[in-house]
């Protein structure tokens, strides 16, 4: 079937959620590979990232937001009028919520706000494979009833379980239409920042506690060489002078560590040999930086 037949259709799903809920753990499940780079460390996503999931003749595009949390700085406001921005006009609007954390003091005033909101919402409690059942329904029992939603569904975004059925089900909501993008395209990120978040995510899985979350990864060159492999080089971008040595390590083992992972999974993504090189930059007033904002994917918020 192509994308320009009649019955096909296509809709916008925006994930909202708490930060650290598991919401791009959930997009790559449901896109059926990885488009949005994962952490245990809260707030991991920053810019809004369509992922691009197929059900039949049905193309979902679902916007991986960032966490809704109480904003303090220009980063925290960027990221959190990117998540709202994901939700406008949405055709379904996820609401995922870990029961076991739950972040009860970011997840009420995010139920107020959906409840004014008039796009069709799902509430989906992550986390089954851990959660205790009587409390699960409980919970869901009493987040029903401070929020319009149209269907409950329990899941685990990391082990896969529930989800085909909810996938099924929010393909069944999608509009009549053509479909968007390609049939084999999975992402909207260019490959430029996709290779950029790669890194990050490195960052915080190799450095865990010890690098804070005022970190980015800044891209600077992305270009094929005549032999067809990629060249890449990216900045990454501390606030202290005092973070530089964490990052790179004792006689630069930490930087060649995080290099060599990020290499290997983007060559194994982009199919093709990967060269990438990275610096270490300080920049106390990064998050100042309207110029960085944009080349990380977020829009300038005063």
């Known amino acids: 079937m192509t994308n320009e037949t009649a019955s096909t259709r296509c809709g916008v799903v925006a994930v909202l959620g708490a930060p650290n809920a598991g919401k791009s753990t959930l997009v ?5 590979q990885k488009v949005a780079i994962t952490s245990a460390k809260a707030q991991t996503t920053r810019a809004r990232m369509l992922g691009i999931a197929l059900h039949g003749d049905t193309q979902m595009i679902l916007v991986d937001t960032p966490g809704i949390f109480a904003p303090r700085r220009r980063l925290d406001r960027a990221m959190v ?25 970011e997840l009420e005033p995010l139920l107020e706000t959906l409840a004014n909101r008039p796009e069709r919402k799902i509430l989906v409690l992550n986390k089954v494979d851990k959660a205790k059942k009587e409390p699960l329904l409980a919970l869901a029992q009493e987040l029903s009833a401070k929020g319009d939603f149209a269907e409950v569904y329990f899941i685990s975004a990391l082990t896969g379980d529930g989800v085909p059925e909810m996938k099924a089900a929010l393909a069944e909501l999608m509009p009549e239409g053509v479909w968007h993008y ?10 430029r920042l996709l290779a950029a978040e790669i890194t990050r995510e490195q960052l915080y899985q190799q450095l865990h506690e010890e690098l804070p979350y005022d970190s980015a990864v800044r891209p600077e060159l992305y270009q094929q060489r005549p032999d067809g492999s990629i060249e890449i080089h990216q900045q990454i971008v501390v606030g202290r002078e005092s973070q530089r040595p964490i990052v790179l390590g004792k006689g630069g083992n930490r930087i060649k560590m995080i290099g060599e992972a990020a290499r290997t999974e983007l060559a194994e993504i982009l199919g093709v040999k990967v060269h990438l090189f990275l610096h270490v930059k300080v920049n106390e007033n990064w998050a100042d930086d309207k110029e960085l904002f944009e080349e990380i994917g977020l829009d300038w918020v005063k």
């Not at 790559?28 to 059926?32: D, E, K, R, S």
């Not at 009028?81 to 609401?95: K, Y």
């Open 182 to 191: 390609p049939e084999d395209q999975v992402s909207d990120a260019s490959e």
């Open 81 to 105: 009028s990117a998540a709202w921005e994901g939700a406008e006009a949405a055709d379904a609007v996820l609401l995922l919520v870990d029961p076991i954390k739950q972040r009860r003091h």
């Open 28 to 32: 790559n499940q449901l896109v059926g």
